[in-house]
T-cell receptor, first 116, second 114 residues
Framework: DGGITQSPKYLFRKEGQNVTLSCEQNLNHDAMYWYRQDPGQGLRLIYYSQIVNDFQKGDIAEGYSVSREKKESFPLTVTSAQKNPTAFYLC???????????????FGPGTRLTVL | GENVEQHPSTLSVQEGDSAVIKCTYSDSASNYFPWYKQELGKRPQLIIDIRSNVGEKKDQRIAVTLNKTAKHFSLHITETQPEDSAVYFCAAPWGGSTLGRLYFGRGTQLTVWP
């Protein structure tokens, strides 16, 4: 299970609080991704980054923010502006910046966020 | 962006039977079609993929077929076993773009009954 890690595994948040989910990879991959998974919704892309110091919004970026200051790290902040944040969050990576469109994406184990 | 539709959303089969999951996509320039398997509480993992220069690819009990004209691709699992029970996702890129992202289908919950 090494290569791409996420922490914590479970996270509880009170309404109105910001929380940050960690994603780290030691695969030397250029591209990293954040997905949200809800029952029956599949994998919805929040943000992705093809290279350090650059990132793009996905399909559901509202209420989320990211940074990519280091190649191996891509943290996701769930802000209080995200109205329904309870979900399973998955981080992924691919070797090359555009590789996510034609190469395997390697997923982390996920973080389950619950808003109390 | 790409529009990927996946059917059925749930599928139940008897052990030993075959299972077929179908996906359609909208961009004729799309050129890479992976399938991921996600067991309950675990991360998705790639099980097979196909590129647009071939029509079929097999790996033991699983196979993927691609019909570029009709813009659909299918996952075939033969001789199903209870451990095949999982959610399966298809995906496709936006073919004409250099953006490194995939568009995923909504998933199919496969249940294999012993």
């Amino acid at each position: 299970d090494g290569g791409i890690t996420q922490s914590p595994k479970y996270l509880f948040r009170k309404e109105g609080q910001n929380v940050t989910l960690s994603c780290e990879q030691n695969l030397n991959h250029d591209a990293m991704y954040w997905y949200r998974q809800d029952p029956g919704q599949g994998l919805r892309l929040i943000y992705y980054s093809q290279i350090v110091n650059d990132f793009q919004k996905g399909d559901i970026a509202e209420g989320y923010s990211v940074s990519r200051e280091k190649k191996e790290s891509f943290p996701l902040t769930v802000t209080s502006a995200q109205k329904n944040p309870t979900a399973f969050y998955l981080c992924a990576s691919t070797p090359e910046g555009t590789g996510g469109a034609r190469e395997e994406q390697f997923f982390g184990p996920g973080t389950r966020l619950t808003v109390l | 962006g790409e529009n990927v539709e996946q059917h059925p959303s749930t599928l139940s089969v008897q052990e030993g039977d075959s299972a077929v999951i179908k996906c359609t996509y909208s961009d004729s320039a799309s050129n890479y079609f992976p399938w991921y398997k996600q067991e309950l509480g675990k991360r998705p993992q790639l099980i097979i993929d196909i590129r647009s220069n071939v029509g079929e690819k097999k790996d033991q009990r699983i196979a993927v077929t691609l019909n570029k004209t009709a813009k659909h691709f299918s996952l075939h699992i033969t001789e199903t076993q209870p451990e095949d029970s999982a959610v399966y996702f298809c995906a496709a890129p936006w073919g004409g773009s250099t953006l490194g992202r995939l568009y995923f289908g909504r998933g199919t919950q496969l249940t294999v009954w012993p």
